[in-house]
RNA sequence: GCGGAAGUGGCGGAAUGGCAGACGCAUCAGACUCAAAAUCUGACGGUGGCAACAUCGUGUGGGUUCAACUCCCAUCUUCCGCACCA
C-alpha cells in the first residue's frame, strides 16, 4: 500500500523543484513554434488574493501546461499592476510609503500565486511602478502627444467629492464614485485628454479580424456607438448664421416643427441681445448647470424647455419658419449640441411637443395617428407630406434627401460616434508623472525621451489638495524648472496618469521585460505578437480592453509594433459568487480565502475545484462541498498507483476509451469546457476502479491529461512510480481516429420517436442489417403499419410506425 | 427604453437536431466499526405499479421535423451592462 496523499508534502516539494529547474521559462528561441497565453495581471491590493482570481489563472495554466507538452515555446507571464487609489488611500492612512505598501503587497500576491503552483515565467516579472517600466508608459504618452493625439483642455470633469480626483466617465457609477461611492460633481479643470475618438473606426473594424467572444466585440461595438447621418444647417431668421445639426434621420426633415439646443449652446450667448426672453434663458441655463450628468438622466422623464423668444429658425426643405427651444435633453458633448425636432417619429421629441404643445407632422405613413403615439418603426413605412421624397421608403428617402442636401450645400454625410475623449490626468500622487514641462511663453513642452523615466518625486504627504492639485504641486523644488525650450522660468506637469495607462501596453513588456533602449526589441515583438489567448474580466471590456486596442493601434501606425491587433483571441470567465449565490464580500460575511484551500485541502484541490465548479464565462457560486468531491477525486487519483500493472500499451477493453478521453480533454482545454474535461477524467477513474487494474501506459496517459489541472499530485505519482524524467516534460498524448468507436456499437432504435430498444452491431455494419436488426428487436412493440425507416450511421434507429 | 446573458432533478451542472439529467454534491440504504468519522457498494426527476413496464417531464404557448433542451414565431421571469447619443 502507498502512503496517504499529503498535499502539504508534495506540493511544496514540486513547486521547489520547478523552480530550480526553471521548468516553465520561455525561452528566446525564435526558431521554435510560440504560443503566448495571457491573464489580466492582478492589482495588488491589501486584502491577498481573492478566490476569483485563481478561476482565470488555472484556466490559461492548464492551456500553457498543454501547449508546452505539444512542443510550443509557450509565454504565460505575470506581473503588477500596481499603480492606484487604494494603495495611495492605505499610504495616507498609515503614513506608509506607498511604494513600500505595494512592494508588501507584491510579496504577499507573489507567495498566494505561487502557493498555487502556477506555471509563470517569474523572470518576465513587471510592476508597473517601477520607473524602468513606465520609463515606457512615459515615453508613449510623449509619441501620443507629439501625434497631437494627447492635448489639454479645460473641460467639466466628473470630480469625486471623496478622492478628491476627476474620473472617467466610466468610472461613475450611478453618480457616486465607483471606487468610495462618494457623490461625483460636475467641475471645469484643464485636464489632458487622449485623443481615442481618432481610432473610433479602426476599433470598429479591428474586430472584424480577432476571435473575440461574441459579447465582447458587442459591447465594444456598442460603446463606441457608431450611427451615420448627416449635418443640416438651419438658416436663424435674418441672420447669417447657421444653426448646424445632426440627424440619423434626414429622411424626415419635412416632419420638423421645431428646434432644440442645448443650455451650452454657443448661439445663446452670441444672439444676447435678440432674445426677449434672456432671464428665463439664463435662468433655465444656471439650473442645468447644477445638474450633474446622472441628474440629467434622471429626471429624464420629465421633459423641461424655455421657447427662445425673438430667434426663429428657417426649415431648409420647405422654408417653414419655426421656433427654437432650449432644453437640457439636446447634449453639447453629442452631434453639435442641437437638434432638428421630429414629434411624429421621434419618442424624445414627441414627448416634448405633447408637453409644451409643439405641432406634429406625419411624414412617415405606418398606420398610426401621431397625435396619439410616436411612430418610429424605419423598417417599414412609405414617406407622406413630403414633397419630392413622398411614396419613397425610409431606405430610399435617407438616400435621396442626403444626396438632395449635399447637391444643394446645405448638407453633408455623416458618421458620429458616441465614444468620448479619454481624460487621463489624474489629480493623484501614486500614478505615473506626465513628462510635460508648462512654459508661459512656449506653452507645453515635452520632456526629452533622453530625460526618461522622469521619476515621481518623493512628497511628505499624499494627500489630495482641497483645491484639485495634486499633492506634487506642493513640492515647489520639483515643479519649478527652466524651460527646455527658451530656458526661461517654467513648471512641471503635477497632474499624474490614470491606472489605465500602464495596464495599456504591459503585455508588450513581458516579451522583453529588461530592455533599456526600447519598451521592447522588434525581434521580441515580431516573435510573440500577437498575444494568442487573453483572458479577462467582462467589466474591463470597454475600458482597459478598448484603451489597450487603442495605444496598440497608435503604436502600429508609428511602426512600434507589427500588428495592428495586440490580441487574436479573448475570452471572459465568470465570477465566482458566495455560497450563498451573492458577490463576495466582507460585509456580507462569505469570504472565501483561496489561503484557507490550499492549506486544507490543497493547490490541486483548489485549481480543480475552480475549474469543475461549472462553465467558465458563467457565474458560479462556492460550495465547501464541491470543494470536498474534488479532493475526493484526487484521493481516488491517488490511490490508483496501487492498481497499476506493468503491462504496456493499453488494454484492449479500455483502448476505445483511452482515445476517446484523449480527444475529449484534448479539445476541452482550449474550449473552455475544463468542467466536462474533468467530468471525462472522473468518468475514466470510475471505470478503472470497477475493472480493478490498469497498465503502465494507460496510468501513464491519465497523469499526463490530469497534469494541467493538478500539476503537483500528478508529477509526484509519475515519480513514485519511477517513470522517466519529470511529468511536464512529456509529450502530450495523441489519438488515433480509427480507435474512438468500438468494434461493436449499441444502437438505440426508436419507434416513432421513443426508445423501445438497444441493439448491438458490428461497426461496419451495412444500413440494411442494422435496420434488419432493430425490427427484430422491437417486434410486437409496434403497432400499425411500418411507414419509414431512419438509420442515423452509428447514432439511432427511428422507426416510424401508423 | 436599448443591448447582452440565462431559465433543465433537492443543489452545481451535462447533452455537433439523435437514448434528457453525464460528472459532482446532498440525501437514503447496505458493508466495515464497540461506535462515529473516513472509505467502499448500491439507490436516487414526477406519477402509477410488487415488478417487467407504462406515462408525464428541459419557464409558458404555438410551429418546423421521422426525431427538438437544441431550430423558428410569440410570451413570461431573472441577472448584467448602457441609458435623453438626435
Not at 181 to 198: A, D, F, H, N
Not at 250 to 267: C, R, W
Not at 604 to 618: N, P, S, W
Not at 685 to 697: M, Y
Request: with cysteine; aromatic share 12%; charged share 25%.
Amino acid at each position: 500500500m502507498s502512503v496517504p496523499y499529503n498535499h502539504k508534502v508534495v506540493e511544496p516539494k514540486w513547486q521547489g523543484v520547478w523552480d530550480e529547474e526553471k521548468a516553465f521559462h520561455a525561452t528566446n528561441d525564435f526558431t521554435k513554434p510560440k504560443y503566448y497565453a495571457l491573464v489580466e495581471f492582478p492589482y495588488p491590493s491589501g486584502q491577498g488574493l481573492h478566490v476569483g482570481h485563481p478561476r482565470p489563472y488555472t484556466a490559461l495554466d492548464i492551456v500553457a501546461r498543454k501547449r508546452r507538452m505539444q512542443g510550443y515555446n509557450v509565454l504565460y507571464p505575470m506581473g503588477w499592476d500596481a499603480f492606484g487609489l487604494p494603495t495611495e488611500n492605505y499610504a495616507i492612512k498609515n503614513h506608509i510609503h506607498p511604494a513600500l505598501v505595494t512592494k508588501n503587497n507584491v510579496a504577499r500576491f507573489k507567495e498566494q500565486l505561487h502557493s498555487i503552483g502556477y506555471s509563470f515565467d517569474w523572470d518576465r516579472e513587471i510592476n508597473t511602478t517601477d520607473p524602468s517600466y513606465y520609463h515606457w508608459t512615459q515615453w508613449i504618452f510623449l509619441k501620443l502627444f507629439k501625434e497631437g493625439l494627447a492635448y489639454k483642455t479645460e473641460m467639466p470633469i466628473n470630480w469625486c467629492t471623496g478622492c478628491k480626483v476627476g474620473l472617467a466617465n466610466e468610472e461613475v457609477v450611478d453618480g457616486v464614485c465607483e471606487r468610495c461611492g462618494s457623490p461625483v460633481v460636475r467641475k471645469v479643470k484643464s485636464q489632458w485628454m487622449l485623443k481615442i475618438t481618432e481610432y473610433a473606426q479602426k476599433l470598429i473594424d479591428g474586430l472584424e479580424d480577432v476571435d473575440y467572444i461574441e459579447r465582447v466585440k458587442v459591447s465594444q461595438k456598442n460603446w463606441i456607438g457608431r450611427s451615420e447621418g448627416a449635418e443640416v444647417d438651419f438658416a436663424v431668421q435674418g441672420k447669417e448664421d447657421k444653426l448646424r445639426i445632426y440627424t440619423t434621420r434626414p429622411d424626415t426633415l419635412f416632419g420638423v416643427t421645431y428646434m432644440v439646443v442645448s443650455p451650452e449652446h454657443p448661439i445663446l450667448d452670441k444672439y444676447q441681445a435678440e432674445i426677449k426672453n434672456w432671464d428665463a434663458v439664463v435662468d433655465y441655463r444656471a439650473k442645468a448647470a447644477l445638474k450633474s450628468d446622472f441628474e440629467r438622466s434622471e429626471l429624464a422623464k420629465e421633459k423641461t424647455g424655455v421657447a427662445i423668444e425673438g430667434l426663429r429658425a428657417v426649415n431648409p426643405v420647405n422654408g417653414k419658419d419655426i421656433p427654437i427651444w432650449v432644453s437640457d435633453y439636446v447634449l453639447m458633448s453629442y452631434g453639435t449640441g442641437a437638434i432638428m425636432a421630429v414629434p411624429a417619429h421621434d419618442e424624445r421629441d414627441w414627448e416634448f411637443a405633447k408637453k409644451f404643445d409643439l405641432p406634429i407632422v406625419e411624414v412617415v405613413a405606418g398606420g398610426k395617428n401621431v397625435q396619439e403615439e410616436v411612430y418610429t418603426d424605419v423598417a417599414e413605412g412609405t414617406l407622406v407630406n413630403s414633397g419630392f421624397l413622398d411614396g419613397k421608403s425610409v431606405a430610399e428617402a435617407k438616400e435621396a434627401i442626403k444626396n438632395w442636401l449635399e447637391e444643394k450645400g446645405i448638407g453633408t454625410r455623416k458618421v458620429n460616434f458616441k465614444l468620448r475623449d479619454w481624460v487621463f490626468s489624474r489629480q493623484r500622487y501614486w500614478g505615473e508623472p506626465i513628462p510635460i514641462i508648462h512654459c508661459e511663453k512656449c506653452g507645453y513642452v515635452p520632456l526629452k525621451e533622453e530625460e526618461l523615466p522622469l521619476v515621481l518625486p518623493e512628497v511628505e504627504s499624499y494627500m489630495p489638495t482641497d483645491n484639485g492639485e495634486s499633492p506634487i504641486a506642493a513640492m515647489t523644488d520639483w515643479v519649478n524648472v527652466t524651460c527646455p525650450c527658451c530656458g526661461g522660468p517654467a513648471k512641471r506637469e503635477t497632474d499624474t496618469m490614470p491606472q489605465w495607462a500602464g495596464s495599456s501596453w504591459y503585455f508588450l513588456r513581458y516579451t522583453d521585460p529588461t530592455n533599456e533602449e526600447a519598451l521592447a526589441s522588434p525581434e521580441a515583438l515580431k516573435y510573440w505578437l500577437p498575444v494568442d489567448w487573453y483572458n479577462g474580466g467582462m467589466e474591463h471590456t470597454t475600458l482597459h480592453l478598448l484603451y489597450s486596442r487603442f495605444w496598440h493601434k497608435f503604436l502600429y501606425d508609428q511602426g512600434v509594433v507589427p500588428t495592428s491587433e495586440p490580441y487574436a483571441k479573448r475570452t471572459s470567465h465568470g465570477m465566482i459568487l458566495g455560497e450563498n449565490g451573492e458577490k463576495m464580500s466582507k460585509s456580507r460575511g462569505n469570504v472565501v480565502n483561496p489561503d484557507d484551500i490550499v492549506n486544507d485541502y490543497g493547490a490541486d484541490t483548489l485549481r480543480t475545484y475552480e475549474m469543475f465548479i461549472g462553465a467558465f464565462d458563467m457565474n458560479a457560486s462556492w460550495s465547501e462541498n464541491g470543494v470536498k468531491g474534488c479532493r475526493r477525486f484526487l484521493e481516488r487519483v491517488w490511490n490508483l498507483q496501487d492498481l497499476v500493472t506493468k503491462e504496456k500499451g493499453y488494454s484492449s477493453d479500455f483502448e476505445v476509451k483511452m482515445h476517446q478521453t484523449i480527444q475529449k480533454v484534448s479539445y476541452d482545454y482550449e474550449n473552455l469546457k475544463y468542467n466536462t474535461a474533468i467530468a471525462a477524467l472522473m468518468s475514466l477513474l470510475n471505470d478503472i476502479v470497477k475493472k480493478g487494474s490498469l497498465t503502465e501506459d494507460e496510468f501513464k496517459t491519465y497523469l499526463i491529461l490530469l497534469n494541467p489541472v493538478a500539476p503537483h499530485i500528478t508529477e509526484e505519482l509519475w515519480n513514485t512510480l519511477g517513470y522517466e524524467g519529470r511529468i511536464y516534460q512529456q509529450k502530450w498524448p495523441e489519438y488515433d481516429e480509427s480507435k474512438l468507436v468500438e468494434d461493436t456499437m449499441q444502437i438505440p432504435v426508436q419507434v416513432n420517436g421513443k426508445v423501445k430498444a438497444t441493439v448491438s452491431v458490428l461497426r461496419d455494419a451495412s444500413k440494411e442489417e442494422v435496420l434488419a436488426a432493430a425490427k427484430a428487436a422491437i417486434e410486437g412493440k409496434v403497432s400499425g403499419n411500418i411507414v419509414k425507416e431512419i438509420y442515423v450511421p452509428g447514432r439511432i434507429v427511428n422507426i416510424v410506425a401508423k
